[in-house]
């Protein structure tokens, strides 16, 4: 009886072990971010940087010092994009992803990535994200560089091109259509989520 009340006490002791150890942790995207819009015209090529970007994710460190990313989302002021062309082609980008009507462009992650090994170097994922732009809504696969130099961070950054008209965003035009931008636009970001005491 003895023993068997002993064996319970390691079970339920290593089951605690290893909860404790798999333990889902909330990060939140820290101000250092970076994320920038590259696109051409029939003139020159143009870029935009959004200034107010927020974000959490979820992440579990497993014992083997590798890590889930089990929730990730991301939200993008409109109005907060600026271009290096002024403030007519902020206007037009404006008007191009409503932003009256949808002021966020969203990013949700949709599948869980596992076993992310991360570190100082980086670790390319794949990952199925939501991506909402201009209140369209569709799924796009991501790889991004997964990097950490601890527990307390997680650093994403990568780049996709995607088509404005895939999300029904007529590509912006100035100076009586005269100045056309193309349809293809990159994105760029850099992204540092960090635990929040």
Request: charge should be neutral; glycine fraction near 8%; proline fraction near 3%.
């Amino acid at each position: 009886m003895k023993a068997l009340r002993s064996i319970l006490l390691i079970v339920t002791a290593f089951i605690f072990l290893c909860a404790d150890n798999q333990v889902s942790t909330k990060y939140t995207l820290s101000q250092d971010y970076s994320v920038g819009i590259h696109g051409t015209s029939n003139l020159h090529e143009w870029d935009e940087k959004l200034g107010n970007v927020s974000g959490s994710g979820v992440i579990n460190w497993n014992n083997d010092g590798t890590f889930d990313l089990n929730a990730l989302a991301v939200k993008m002021e409109v109005r907060s994009i600026i271009s290096s062309e002024g403030a007519t082609m902020n206007n037009n980008t404006y008007k191009a992803l409503k932003a009256d009507t949808y002021p966020n462009i969203l990013f949700e992650l949709v599948t869980p990535v596992k076993s992310i090994s991360g570190g100082p170097r980086g670790q390319d994922i794949t990952a199925r994200v939501k991506l909402t732009i201009a209140g369209v809504t569709r799924i796009e696969a991501l790889t991004v560089s997964a990097m950490s130099t601890g527990r307390n961070n997680v650093i994403f950054e990568g780049s996709k091109t995607l088509m404005m008209t895939d999300y029904n965003i007529e590509p912006p035009v100035a100076l009586f259509r005269t100045i056309k931008t193309g349809n293809e636009i990159t994105v760029h970001f850099r992204g540092n989520f960090v635990i929040i005491p």
